[in-house]
């Protein structure tokens, strides 16, 4: 066709014989750029496997809320706004996943209003509609999602609704005609941005059980759909033949990628160094033992990748010993920092504040109980002895695999050996965080971990907040820390300044305060930032591979050779 209609005798003829030159042409410069442009083409197809330490605490988006999880999760429940695909700070960026655009913000910083983009269907085929995003957000308030607090701290009806008190989210419209969802806040909330990030809200279809499915997760909207599931031993994602391609997210290269769990993380990074497995889970620690052999043999496909997360031992605040300052600042002045650094192969850095280095409000100054790379072990025990808590009996919680076991060992010895009566509990690593995230079990102590889920230091304060922050099943507030003075500042930090994850820095020195704050009542023993391994196979495309700041191992750039 042309613009003037339709062509006829010679006219076609000639313009057949063009076509046909042009076809040609185009054909022997592609083969030209592969065979010769950039010395080696990257395949479209084939399958990867990965290795993961842990198994996901569920593949239902609802109820995930580990790294481990979040991999997967990403590729298979875009959710309305998600983030570039990119590595480095690059990852940070919010770009529009389901919706058509970035969400327009009243002037008041209260109502969000987005549109859902017309044509998608879910990995069952059926259509989705803007309803289905309200609906999942119900569902993950219901379950409930270890981070509902995001939404009932902020949505106008939300809490009434988790309470059973309510029988809608009276704050949260949306119309199936036009696709219009609107959100209203009962104050301004600067990260809510980063909230609608989340795959636990991203759509399902209307009816989905409000339970956890963590053998047969609902249907989604994404590259890729998740298959195949043997609980905490293996699960496939494949592609979604109703996927349709949205700007800025990659449709994915290969067509399977294959999680295989086991916490025997030895075998694991021996099975990527010798090409039996493609991909070692970045959140799993490459063993002290074999850390220099990989380095040698692994050139060009191990690296050390910064992502901003912090390391620590919570510590129950409501039940002895912990329940004394004095108690907790005694964990604090003695460990030793170092020890538990080398038992990480050397990837995790010594430190005391909650806040890493990448997040906005990270303090520069000193620890406020002296350098943490300098334990002082006599100082330890003589707060034990001012506390009155000596000898008070103490479970201390952790997982199997390493090196998390190993810290849990030290962990346990140090606690004894400063005037305690501890004993060790190690569990399941699937079970872990569920188990001690149940307020019936009130954890004296135990191994934890906090990786980013948005770069706002609000992220991370989340796991310090109270009220309807601490959950009965599914908390994260394993010290069940109420300080009003936390409280209060994370809320007005983050409502009255309507400040966007991307407008901080004008507030740094508000939330370094707060941070030095949180590290002087010792709430929580921190003890390294973590630098995550970036190790795949010589079949990985490596380069085009992201470890992302974000979302972990980025499933959707990954590529073969």
């Known amino acids: 066709m042309a613009q003037g209609g339709m062509r006829t005798g010679n006219e ?45 605490d569920s593949l239902d988006p609802g109820m995930g809320y580990t790294t481990q999880a979040l991999e997967p999760d990403q590729t298979a429940y875009i959710p309305l706004l998600t983030y570039a695909h990119e590595a480095g700070t690059g990852g940070g960026k919010l770009i529009p996943g389901l919706a058509t655009a970035l969400p327009t913000i009243s002037a008041d910083g209260k109502t969000y209003t987005m549109y859902m983009r017309t044509g998608l269907l ?18 993950a308030l219901k379950i409930p999602w270890g981070g509902s607090s995001f939404i009932t701290n902020n949505v106008v009806g939300s809490e009434a609704y988790a309470k059973g008190t309510a029988s809608a989210i009276s704050g949260i419209t949306a119309d199936d005609a036009t696709g219009k969802i609107t959100i209203r806040l009962s104050a301004p909330y600067g990260a809510f941005d980063n909230v609608l990030a989340f795959p636990s809200f991203a759509p399902v279809p209307a009816g989905t059980p409000f339970k ?21 031993v293996s699960f496939q994602v494949v592609r979604n033949p109703y996927w349709k391609a949205i700007p800025g997210i990659p449709s994915g290269s290969v067509n399977t990628i294959t999680a295989k769990i086991s916490s025997n993380t030895t075998a694991n990074a021996l099975a990527v160094l010798d090409n039996s497995a493609d991909v070692f889970d970045f959140a799993d620690t490459i063993p002290p033992s074999l850390l220099p052999q990989i380095q040698s043999k692994a050139s060009g496909r191990l690296e050390k990748v910064i992502k901003n997360s912090t390391y620590y031992f919570f510590l129950n605040t409501k039940t002895k010993p912990f329940s004394s300052e004095l108690a907790r600042q005694a964990v604090i002045v003695g460990l030793d920092r170092n020890a538990i650094a080398r038992l990480g192969s050397g990837f995790f850095t010594p430190t005391c504040f909650l806040l890493p280095p990448g997040i906005v409000g990270h ?22 002895k001012q506390s009155g808590m000596a000898g008070t009996p103490v479970t201390v919680w952790g997982q199997e695999r390493s090196p998390r076991r190993q810290f849990v060992d030290y962990y346990t010895s140090f606690l004894n050996q400063i005037g305690f009566n501890a004993t060790e509990k190690i569990i399941a690593d699937a079970t872990y965080f569920p188990t001690i995230g149940n307020l019936k079990l009130n954890a004296q102590t135990g191994f934890a971990d906090w990786n980013e889920d948005f770069p706002n230091p609000i992220d991370f304060y989340g796991i310090l907040l109270a009220g309807d922050a601490i959950l009965p099943t599914n908390n994260q507030n394993f010290g069940q820390v109420n300080d009003p003075t936390i409280n209060a500042k994370v ?49 990985l495309d490596y380069g085009a591979s992201v470890l992302h700041t974000v979302f972990g191992w980025d499933w959707l750039t990954f590529k073969l050779k």
């Open 12 to 56: 076609e003829r000639s313009a057949m014989r063009k076509l046909r030159l042009v076809v040609i042409v185009g054909a022997v410069l592609a083969l030209a750029v592969v065979a010769g442009g950039c010395g080696k083409s990257t395949k479209t197809g084939g399958s990867v496997t990965e290795l993961f330490g842990t198994a996901p």
């Open 122 to 139: 879910f990995s069952s085929g059926k259509p989705v509609k803007a309803s289905d995003f309200t609906y999942a957000v119900e569902r």
């Open 363 to 384: 303090p520069t100054g000193t620890c406020p109980y002296g350098d943490p790379t300098m334990p002082d072990l006599a100082k330890a025990k003589e707060l034990v």
């Open 491 to 539: 809320n007005m930090l983050g409502t009255l300044y309507k400040v966007p994850t991307s407008s901080l820095s004008g507030f740094a020195a508000q939330w370094q305060a707060l941070d030095e704050y949180t590290a002087k009542k010792a709430y929580m023993g921190v003890f390294g930032y973590a630098s995550f391994p970036k190790f795949a196979s010589d079949r």
């Open 212 to 232: 956890n499915m963590p053998a047969s997760p609902p249907p989604g909207v994404g590259p890729y759909k998740i298959t195949n599931i043997v609980p905490n």
